[in-house]
């Protein structure tokens, strides 16, 4: 083997073991989202997730300093933030009242979401693979949601539209991209949803017991960690070559809440799972362009 095939093998080995890592991390998050919310409502989860891991991110904007936080697309920054935390609570309300494993599959539609809000709101072209892959994966979504059926929820329903206002959020990245550095757009995300959440939170107080805050703290760690983790993957690697890894998530998903919660793993699950997963893939995958000749 080559020098250049074993270093090309080794950042996506090292690609692939980061994004799993940063996946199960936030499953993780997720879990203790699901036991903290037995006991505590939603925004106040919500509230300190986001104050926590605020303060988890600030040694890693240290040097950027105050000059590489200013910008000039602040109404930008805005609306990726107000989306987001929207699709926040919708999320964590879903993890609560739902399956974690369905709850993750739900998660896991955003990326279906994406590539219309672009269209409609970018004129980014759709591909035949594209609209291939959300077919597969709302086909996906019906196994998981199962209307028409006494297994029907609606908490899935909103899972769904947290789903599309999440990709609503990172379709403002995407418009953010030529000017915005990633830590400034993390910044402006963490410190606007904090400060939402915050009032959000005042509106009916609850004060956390010490153990329920160290659970809250580690969940904003968690989360924070995940997140730099999954970042610093697609930096090593291209997302085509790892991407079908994020859909280990939804196997630690289904083992967490099988362990804990004591929650089935039923066959419509089993078939929307590889619906979505293998959507997410094709969706991933580039479509192929002839080779160069040599001659």
């Known amino acids: 083997m080559s020098s250049d095939s074993h270093a090309y093998t080794n950042r996506v080995l090292k690609g692939a073991l980061l994004l799993i890592l940063g996946e199960t991390l936030l499953v993780i998050m997720a879990a203790l989202i699901k036991y903290s919310a037995e006991t505590l409502p939603n925004p106040t989860i919500v509230f300190f997730r986001n104050a926590f891991g605020f303060l988890f991110l600030l040694p890693f904007l240290i040097p950027l300093g105050f000059s590489g936080l200013k910008t000039r697309v602040l109404p930008l920054h805005l609306i990726r933030s107000g989306t987001g935390i929207i699709a926040m609570y919708g999320f964590f309300y879903v993890i609560a009242n739902a399956p974690l494993a369905q709850a993750s599959l739900v998660k896991l539609t955003a990326p279906f979401f994406l590539p219309i809000i672009a269209y409609l709101w970018l004129s980014e072209r759709i591909n035949q693979r594209t609209w291939i892959a959300i077919l597969l994966g709302f086909i996906g979504v019906t196994f998981i949601i199962q209307p028409g059926t006494d297994a029907f929820s609606w908490v899935l329903v909103l899972g769904l539209g947290a789903a599309a206002l999440a990709s609503m959020a990172k379709t403002t990245i995407r418009r953010m991209a030529l000017t915005e550095p990633s830590l400034r757009v993390v910044f402006y995300f963490s410190l606007f949803t904090t400060l939402i959440s915050a009032a959000v939170h005042c509106l009916n107080w609850v004060t956390p017991s010490h153990e329920q805050l160290a659970w809250l703290a580690l969940t904003g760690l968690t989360g924070t960690l995940g997140q730099l983790f999954i970042t610093k993957a697609y930096q090593i690697a291209k997302p085509g070559q790892i991407g079908p890894y994020t859909y280990t998530a939804v196997l630690f998903a289904a083992l967490f809440g099988w362990l804990f919660w004591d929650e089935p793993l039923t066959a419509t699950v089993?078939?929307?799972?590889?619906?979505i997963s293998f959507a997410g893939i094709i969706?991933?995958?580039?479509?192929?362009?002839?080779?160069k000749t040599s001659g």
Do not use: D, E, F
């Open 270 to 275: 089993v078939i929307g799972s590889v619906l």
């Open 283 to 291: 969706n991933l995958k580039k479509p192929s362009t002839k080779a």
